[in-house]
């Protein structure tokens, strides 16, 4: 429950900071559907990195570097956090 | 300080841990994705054809039940009654293979499908637990038959709950009506009264309220309840139960009963004495084993409440309380099941909504690492392309390219491109292994020789730094007046 407040209350600040861009003009659907097209092509055979690649081994491999990711960024937010309060360390 | 860091770092893996454990895994299990009905035949399904049928109703529709009368396109002299794929829950095509989504009984794990056809046909699913098949009743379709009672006998003893009729040819082949008759007869006479039926209950296939399913042959079945039948059913009285077929009579120019394929008379019989008494003993029998429930009813829930108090007890409140707990915890600090997917789905919508073309790069990375995630290892890598046209010229014309053929072909090339992957994968966690040592040297401040190096370049900059201050104090002690 305290972990859904908090992410609703970041949604809401980062809803209201993205707000101003509404105002941005459409972009034509003609190098929409051209970028689509492109990407789509891409995405769809994506699986050609099988031949330089074991995609087992690279899905593993990104998982436990997300995971070392995230531990080293979590330490450097609790550190950040630590060193904000007013406690001594002498 | 080290203290608290660590006591963090831990409540946090716990939390992590106990969000990992306690999260509940996809209740999704048995939830049905789709069904792909499938007529297996070689027949030809043109539509208007009368060559083909499906006899009964369908049940489908998550969660609610939807009746459909396939007695839609009925032809007079044919044996089967015409499909009509363009009613069938929103089916244009009647050619084409087509899709819904059925009722599925989450319990029992079960479809219910109770319906006949004159061709093979199967329908497969897909859930959770993989793929299925199942195949529905199949008959060539309808033989001569008269209607006629099931349970005749049961009836015929006056001891019934439900009248079982089978139509026979009727309603399936035949286009006259067929209607349940309920006679009473007061009077046990022939008087003119009796000989009119009390209650007409019209047994109109599928869209009757009475029909349950087909049998074997494709005949229509129908249970109708004695409640229903519209007559008093008292204890020695006189009845009488027929099947009739309305029809056109020339002799009369009018509509009447022109046939009874099966009749059958009964009387609600008087009970002897043996059986009242046989009846008082199980009720005095049924309520020694109410009470005898209720006292052990009465005795468990004593056992319940001292278990509450008794330590050694799984019961044991302090135990409940703990869980309590743990609960409350969970609920207070793990979100929801689908809450993080909710959650960027929604957050991915309306930045795309309101970016734009901003956020191309954010969506495109999405989708990428999606892609990616959906990749399978197999040993296939193949490019395909659509046509590429240009001012109505196809510049690029469709293909594909398996780029596993550049070497399928050639020992030699097979042999290097498998010694190329198992270097790939070494790098790989090479670097993984890079990047852990790394993040180890940032949280813990290296290996214990790097320490060891650092603490001397420390101790030997302190006694530098002594050196200078002690120079400079003598220095300013001897020139300081100048």
Redesign the interface.
């Known amino acids: 429950?305290?972990?859904?407040l908090i992410?609703n209350l970041i949604?809401i600040v980062?809803?209201l900071l993205?707000?101003p861009?509404?105002i941005?003009p459409?972009?034509p659907d003609g190098?929409?559907s051209a970028?689509d097209y492109f990407?789509n092509?891409l995405?769809?055979?994506?699986?050609?990195?099988?031949?330089?690649?074991?995609?087992?081994?690279?899905?593993a491999?990104?998982l436990?570097?997300i995971a070392?990711?995230t531990?080293?960024n979590?330490?450097?937010f609790?550190?950040w956090i630590?060193r904000k309060l007013p406690i001594s360390?002498d | 300080?080290f203290i608290?860091?660590f006591l963090?770092?831990f409540v946090?893996l716990l939390i992590l841990l106990l969000g990992y454990v306690l999260i509940p895994k996809s209740s999704l299990d048995g939830f049905v994705n789709e069904i792909k009905f499938n007529i297996c035949s070689t027949r030809n399904l043109e539509y208007g054809d009368n060559k083909y049928s499906v006899l009964g109703y369908l049940d489908f529709g998550l969660g609610e039940k939807y009746f459909y009368n396939l007695k839609n396109s009925y032809k007079e002299g044919s044996q089967f009654y015409n499909f009509d794929w363009g009613n069938f829950g929103g089916v244009s095509n009647h050619w084409e293979s087509f899709f819904f989504t059925g009722i599925y009984d989450t319990d029992k794990k079960t479809f219910t499908l109770p319906f006949m056809t004159d061709i093979p046909i199967s329908i497969t699913y897909t859930n959770a637990e993989g793929k299925h098949t199942i195949k529905p009743g199949y008959a060539v379709g309808p033989s001569v038959g008269d209607p006629s009672f099931s349970n005749k006998d049961e009836i015929a003893s006056g001891k019934f709950t439900k009248v079982l009729v089978n139509s026979g040819k009727y309603n399936t082949s035949v286009s006259d009506p067929l209607y349940l008759l309920s006679f009473y007869y007061p009077s046990g006479s022939d008087d003119f009264a009796d000989l009119l039926p009390r209650k007409e209950i019209l047994l109109n296939g599928p869209s009757s309220e009475y029909y349950v399913g087909c049998d074997s042959n494709g005949y229509y079945l129908y249970e109708i309840p004695s409640a229903a039948l519209g007559i008093d059913l008292v204890e020695g009285n006189q009845y009488e139960l027929k099947l009739g077929v309305l029809g056109w009579i020339e002799e009369f120019n009018q509509n009447g009963y022109i046939k009874y394929p099966d009749s059958v008379k009964f009387a609600i019989g008087t009970v002897s004495a043996e059986e009242k008494e046989q009846e008082y003993r199980d009720k005095q029998l049924e309520i020694q084993k109410e009470q005898a429930e209720t006292n052990k009813g009465i005795w468990d829930s004593l056992k319940e409440v001292l278990s509450y108090l008794n330590p050694f007890s799984e019961n044991f409140f302090v135990y409940k309380l703990i869980e309590l707990l743990i609960e409350g915890l969970k609920?207070?600090?793990?979100?929801?099941e689908d809450?993080f997917t909710n959650?960027f789905q929604?957050?991915n919508d309306?930045?795309s909504?309101?970016?734009?073309?901003?956020y191309?790069p954010f969506d495109?990375l999405v989708?990428?690492f999606t892609?990616?995630?959906e990749?399978?290892?197999?040993?296939?890598?193949?490019?395909?392309?659509?046509n590429f046209d240009f001012m109505g010229a196809t510049l690029i014309k469709a293909g594909s390219y398996d780029?596993?053929s550049l070497i399928d072909n050639n020992e030699t090339f097979k042999n290097i491109h498998s010694i190329y992957?198992i270097f790939?994968?070494i790098i790989?966690?090479l670097?993984?292994i890079f990047?852990?040592s790394n993040?180890l040297r940032?949280?813990f401040g290296g290996m214990i020789g790097e320490a060891v190096d650092v603490s001397t370049e420390n101790e030997r900059g302190y006694q530098n730094y002594s050196r200078q201050a002690s120079y400079r104090k003598r220095y300013k002690e001897e020139h300081g007046k100048k």
């Open positions: 429950m305290i972990v859904e992410v949604t980062i809803k993205a707000t861009f509404s941005l459409d972009v190098l929409v970028m990407f092509l995405f769809s055979n994506l699986g050609f990195l099988n031949f330089f690649v074991n995609i087992g081994t690279l899905k491999v990104a436990v570097a070392i990711w531990l080293d979590s330490y450097h609790i550190m630590i360390t | 300080m608290i860091v963090l770092l946090i609920s207070l600090f793990v979100p929801s809450f959650w929604d957050l309306y930045f909504d309101v970016l734009g073309i901003l191309y495109l989708k990428f892609r990616i995630g990749l399978e290892d197999t040993r296939s890598a193949v490019i395909s392309w659509n780029l596993y992957l790939t994968d790989l966690w670097g993984v990047l852990g993040c940032t949280i």
